[in-house]
C-alpha cells in the first residue's frame, strides 16, 4: 500500500497495514509520525486531526482505503524547519499549549480553516474548531487564529502558507 | 546583593575555603553531584544542576511537565541564581533520589486553619507539626509532581542550589585570576572582571568549579531578580506547537510492541474463562495476557499487537467471561442518596469529625433568630486526560525500563520492581511529557500491568495503552459528595452559627492503602481533603463546626484536580452567597465583613469585584455571580457573567483575580487561572459519572462532555501583588468557578441550583 504523507511516498508493507484500519495507527505506529495523537477513537475529540486534499479529517475514523491515493498532511508537515506555519507562529506568540497533547489536531484544523478563509468570524470558528482539550487552551486559541490569520498574506508571498 | 562569599580567603593558598557547610543540615537538599547521571562533557556542581562545555545550565528535573509550565518556573529560577538567559537551561532527567522528594506536599496534609497558619501568626503546634512532617517526607523521598506544591517546594533549595553553583564557577575564576570575589560579576554566564577586563564562559570554569567549595550562600535579594516576576515564554512550547513533543505514547524503542487493556465492564470485576483465540485469529495479534489487580486497579486482560490498531481488533474480538464485584454491583445515585441521609443524620446529633469548630455552633444555632439550611451534593467526575493511561516497559536480563507520563516516578519504580520481581535500582524511569495529569497520574496501576505484559514479550517493549472506554469506565473517580450546611442569624441580622456536615469517601487513605501500603493505617485517620474548603473557610463567624463524616461506598476514588475543594468550594460559596440573599446584602458586601483579619482575602475580592464591574448594571439578559475561595495556600475569587440560551447556561465573561504569594511567572498563573476555569466549568456544567448496575454509564467523550471553543468565555485574570512565599497555581483556579456560576444562574433566575452539574429547571 502507498501512502503520500507530508510530500513523501511511503510503502507500508501489506502484512502490517489493511484497508479498514484508520489512517491515525498508520501514521503512529507504522510511520512513526506520532505527532497525531489518539484520544477518543470516535471522531469525538479532535485529537487525531490531519488533513487529507486539505481538508481537516478526523484520521481515527478514517481508513486508510480512503486515504489512498490521497494527500495526507500531519503536523509534522505544516511548517518547516526555520520556516514555521503563520499559526505555529502565533500559537508561540499567543503561548497557546499547556500539556500540548490535543495541540496538534487544533492547529491542523485551524490550518484547514485559515487556508479556506483567512479572517473567519467568530461563529465560523465555533463551527470548524470542534477539537476537545482538557487544559482549557481555548481561551487562546481564537486568538492564535485570528493573529495566524493577520500573518497569512504576507506568509503567503514567501511561500510559507500551505 | 548579599551573596556572602569568603573566596578571598583562597587566595592565600588554594583549598582553605570554608566554612558555613558545616551550617547546613547533615541532610541538606543541595545533593551531591554524583545524584545526577554523570554524562561526557558536562561537570556535575550538586544534585540539581549540571553545566555543559558550552556553558549551557542542566537542571535535574524531578517534577513532571504536565501542561502546568513547572519546567519552565523551575528553569527560571536556577536561570535567575545562576546569571544566565533562561533559553540557557534545560531540563533533565533527575532520575529518582530522595534528593527530589516533594516536602511541601505533605505539609499541605495538615489541617491547620488559615487563621492560625499566617505567616508571623503560625502557632507552635503547627510549625512543630511542619516541620516534623518535613523531617519525615525527607525521609520517605516522595518525588511528586500534585498538591500545586512545585514551585512552594522547590522555592527555597533550587535557589540555593543555583546560587551555590554560580558562587562555586564564580570562586573557581577568583582562584584562577587570583582576584577578589568581590571584584567579579557574571552576565549572561560569563564571568568578568570589569578593571582586567578578564572574562571566562561558565564552560570553561566548570571543572575548576567542581573542586570549590563556597562559603555561605543567600539567593538573590527581592530587589536584585531580573528574571523571577517576567512572563517569560515556557520552554515546552516550540515543541508543542510542531508536534515533536514527546508524551508517553509517543516513545517508539526498536521492536516495540502495542498492548491495549480490557476490563470487566463493571468496576470491581474481573476476568473470568478468557478464550484467547479468537484473539489470535485477528492477523497482527501476538499475545493475550491477564493482568492481576495492580494498586488498585481491576484484573484485566492485555492483548498485545503489531500495532495499537491490531490490538484494539484483537481486544475486540477477545471471548471472555467477566466476572461480577463479589461485594455486589455499585450504583451512584443510591450512593450519593445515603451520602445525604449520612450528612443529615450527622447534622442532627452534630456528628462526623469536626475538622475546625469554635464557639458552640449547636446552641448558636438553636437560639437563632432565624435560620438557613440547604443541602447540597456533587457527582462522581472521571479526570479524561487528554493522553489516556499508558505506560511502556521493557524487562530483559533482569532489568526493567520505563517510559511513563507519571507524576510519581518513585512509586511507578518501586511497582515496576515488585512486578518483576527485581531490585529497584535494576528499573531506569523516563519520565515523558505528560498529556494532562489532574491527579489521574498519581497512581501507578497502568505501570504495573506495563510490566506484566512486558514480562511475557521476550525482552521486547511494550506499549500498554487504555482505550478511551477503559479510562472513563475504570478511572479512580473524584469523590461523590454530600453537605448540609446550616447557619443562623441573630436578631440584629448578624451572621452568628455556622454548621456544615458533609460525606463522602475519603481519598488519601485509598490512595495509600493502594500506592504506598507499608504505610497504611489499620484504620482511616481523618482525611483533610474530604473537609479542604469548608473547614479552612476564611469568614468570622462566633460559633463554627466543620464536620465530616467519612463513607466507604467501594468507588475507587483518587485525586482530581484540587481535590476535596472541587466540591466543597461550590457547597460554601454557594451557600454563603444564599446567605448573603437571606441577609439582603450584596454577596461582596456581605464577604467582605466577614473578612475582618483577613486583608489579603479582602484585597482579592476587591480587585476581581471591581474589574468585573460589580455594582454596574450588567448587559441585558445577563447576571454576575461571585466567589471567593483559597486552596493550595493562594486566594482566589472570580466572577461569572453568564445568560442562557437554547443550549443551557452559558458563560461570557470571567474575570478572575488571585494572590498566589510571590509570582515566578505571571503569564504562567494567567495561563492556569484560564485552564482552572474551563476545567471547572466543564465540571459544573456537564460533569457527572454515574454508575448503574456496577457500570460506568459515560463511555467516551460524547458522554462526557468538555467546554468547546463555543462555549468557552472571555477570560481576564489580575494578580495581587505580594511578597509572601509562592504558593500554588495549579489548581487554586478550579474551585470558585462552579459556585460563582451557580450564584450567577440564581441572580438570572431566582433558582438556587444546589446540586452539580448545575441544571435549571
Known sequence: MKLNVNDVLHDVADDLVDARMPLLWALRDVLGLTGTKYGCGVSACGACTVHLQGRAVRSCVTPLSAAQGQVVRTIEGLGAPGRPHPLQVAWISHQVPQCGYCQSGLLMAAAALLAANRNPSDAEIDAAITNLCRCGTTPRVREAIRAAGRLMPAAARRGGAR | MRRRTLFASGLAGAGALLVGWSLLPPRSRLGAASTLPAVAGEVGLNGWIRIASDGGVRLAMARSEMGQGVHTALAMLAAEELDVPLDRVTPVEAGVDGLYGNLEVFVGALWFHPRDSEPGAESASLSASGWMLRKLARELGISMTGGS?????????????????RAQLVGAASLQWKLPVDELGVRAGVVQHARSGRRAEYGELAAAAAGTRPGTVQPKPRDAWTLIGQGAARLDVPAKADGSARFGIDVRPPGLLHAVVRHAPAI?????????????????VLRVVRMPPYAGADAAVAVVGRTTWHALEGARALEAEWRARPAGALDSTRIVEELERTARAAAADDDGFAFHARGDAPAALRDAASRVEAVYRAPYLAHATME????????????????????????????????????????????TYLGGGFGRRLDVDFVGQAVRVAIECDGAPVQLLWPREEDLGHDFYRPAAAAVMRAGFDAQGRLVALAANTAGDAVVPRWIERTLPLLASPVDLPDRTTSEGLFDLPYAVPNLRIAHSATASGVPVGYWRSVGHSHNAFFAEAFIDELAHAARQDAVAFRLKLLDGLPRHAAVLRLAAARAGWGTPPPPGRARGVALHESFGSIVAQVVEASIDAAGPRVHRVVCAIDCGTVVNPAIVAQQMESGIVFGLAAALHGRIDIVDGVVRQKNFPDYPLLTLARTPRIETHIVPSTHPPAGVGEPGVPPVAPALANALFALTGQRLRELPLKLS
Open chain 2, 388 to 431: 489516556p493511561p499508558n505506560c511502556t516497559a521493557r524487562v530483559a536480563g533482569g532489568r526493567v525500563e520505563l517510559w511513563v507520563p507519571t507524576q510519581v516516578p518513585g512509586l511507578a519504580r518501586s511497582l515496576a520492581a515488585r512486578v518483576a520481581g527485581v531490585d529497584e535500582a535494576a528499573v531506569q524511569v523516563h519520565v
Open chain 2, 268 to 284: 470491581g470485576g474481573s476476568p473470568g474463562r478468557v478464550d484467547p483465540a479468537a484473539a489470535l485469529r485477528v492477523p497482527g
Open chain 2, 149 to 165: 506544591t512545585s514551585i512552594a517546594d522547590a522555592w527555597e533549595p533550587l535557589r540555593l542550589a543555583a546560587a551555590t553553583a
